[in-house]
């Protein structure tokens, strides 16, 4: 157990409706990550959040959109959802945001839209 | 963050030591060395890291070269539940840094 909470694990939907994935860093930590693995492909970073103010945005589609609470919760907005959104999407968290400093994964949540 | 080079994947028989490389040849000086791994679909599991010198814990041993241009990362022992898709990524130092982006990554094959 990483001590990364995501939920929900799975999540089926429409195309064109909109979801709401949560992540809960470990305790302590400030940097939250994003990330989208499609079908035996790659992660590919989406966002990272320290201490509540975006740090770095990577290749996150204008549909998507991402917060960092100040309880340090960090919850991923995906909306207008496409067949080709269907995907597992990581968190992780770190207690800092750069190197030096491990970071730990969720399960993933894994979204099939339909 | 520098980019690395990894081969996409490798076969090790069991209770041999997998070395895993990997080619980071425009590392900068404050830019730390980072192993990963992907079982399947869970979620990506932490290794190692080390910045110049050489580092071992429970799970590998990483041996980083002088000149830091590529690393190693070791299995001693590996078993099958070592096989996993092991990921080499280099990040700057810092509290107040940026994203940590994945590469391919090797696909690493244990065999009876």
Redesign the interface.
Known sequence: DSGVTQTPKHLITATGQRVTLRCSPRSGDLSVYWYQQSLDQGLQFLIQYYNGEERAKGNILERFSAQQFPDLHSELNLSSLELGDSALYFCASSAYAGGGTEAFFGQGTRLTVV | DAKTTQPPSMDCAEGRAANLPCNHSTISG???V?WYR?IH??????II?G?KNNETNEMASLIITEDRKSSTLILPHATLRDTAVY?CI????????????????TRLTVKP
């Open positions: 404050n830019e730390y980072y992907q679909s869970q979620g990506p599991q932490y890291h910045l990921y280099v990040r700057v130092g810092g509290k107040n840094n940026n994203d940590m982006r994945f590469g391919a990554g």
